[in-house]
């Protein structure tokens, strides 16, 4: 099955830090754009972060512009957020997706994405 498996979540306190990782399974995603979307409980799934297929390019949610920072490694078909100073609100579950693309990077047009895996809970409480 065409998907990525995401883990690296977890419930940590307000401050902390967490690292997400996404794993390619089935296909070569070097290929592809690479988002981190979340479900935040009361909202739709909405796009966190993106990077494209070289790395070059990255943007952020304005919510997490600041804390959060995404990655990519292409040799080891796998993409990383890195999340600091975690709020309360940015508890959910955190979704890898891709999509093929020109240039750049974009986490509008869910519906475009691909690939989705399963998520991994993330729980920002004291």
């Known amino acids: 099955q065409l998907q990525f498996v995401e883990s690296g979540g977890g419930w940590v306190q307000p401050g902390e830090s967490l690292r997400l990782s996404c794993v390619a399974s089935g296909f070569t995603s070097e290929d592809y754009m690479i988002g981190w979307f979340r479900e935040v409980p009361g909202r739709e799934r909405e796009g966190v972060s993106c990077?494209?297929?070289?790395?070059?390019?990255?943007n952020y949610q304005g919510e997490v512009k600041g804390r959060f920072t995404i990655s990519r490694d292409n040799a080891k078909n796998t993409a990383y957020l890195q999340m600091t100073n975690l709020k309360p609100e940015d508890t959910g579950v955190y979704y890898c997706a891709a999509r093929s693309i020109m240039a750049g990077c974009t986490f509008s047009y869910l519906h475009t994405m691909m690939f989705w895996g399963k998520g991994t809970q993330v729980t920002v409480s004291s």
């Open positions: 990077i494209s297929t070289t790395g070059g390019t990255t």
